[in-house]
């Protein structure tokens, strides 16, 4: 009498062992690490978000390139899974954000970074992020109380940048360069940077309007 299959135990596996099963086509080994690596893919998307849409557009960008890493990660190469995957979900994050940066007319879809520094004359490394993490210590209530907090900000922020000055904000945010900016709105060097110094007073006066220290 033949012995029953057995079905393989996912939770034991590596996570170099699921891509390999995943990459056969087993789509249970495939959930299994997607559920392995949602914790770090929210992680990966959390310090940016677009004014007007919602956290979850980025996770999903995020779990897209999960996905792709899940596609196309080779065991044959010195490199963990867990390292392949995070530069796929940075990437695929952070390639959303430029598309959404070439776009000249965006106020309500603009990418605003919690990782840049937030000082308005552009010394000191001190970012939003920064501030609103100094207080959560990992309490989970306080966590929530800051990613409202977070949220909070970037709608003030849509609310009190002009047309030019979200564009500026949304293109620096993107990694173009001043000239860069100026060429792709139509704008001077100079007008750019004036922009994107007003962007800076703004959030620092918004930040102590708010008393987040």
Known sequence: MAEPIREPNYTVMTDEALASVAQTGDSEA??????????????KSRPYFLIGAEEADLVQEGAIGL????????GRRNVSFRA????????????????????????????ISLDKPIDENGEGS???????????????EELAIRR????????????????LELQVLNLFLGGMSYKQIAETLGRSPKAADNAL??????VAALLEKENIQ
């Not at 996905?67 to 080779?74: L, P, T, V, Y």
């Open 30 to 43: 495939e959930r299994q690490l997607v559920m392995r690596f949602m914790p770090l893919v929210r992680l």
């Open 67 to 74: 996905c792709s890493a899940i596609r196309d990660f080779d």
């Open 84 to 111: 392949y995957a995070e530069v796929c979900i940075t990437n695929n994050v952070l390639a959303a954000i430029k598309r959404a940066s070439r776009k000249k007319h965006m106020p309500l879809n603009t990418s």
């Open 126 to 140: 001190e970012t939003l992020a920064d501030r609103l993490n100094a207080a959560a210590a990992g309490n989970p």
């Open 148 to 163: 409202e907090e977070e949220l909070h900000v970037a709608h003030m922020l849509e609310e009190k940048l002009t047309g």
């Open 197 to 202: 110094q007003r962007v800076k007073k703004k």
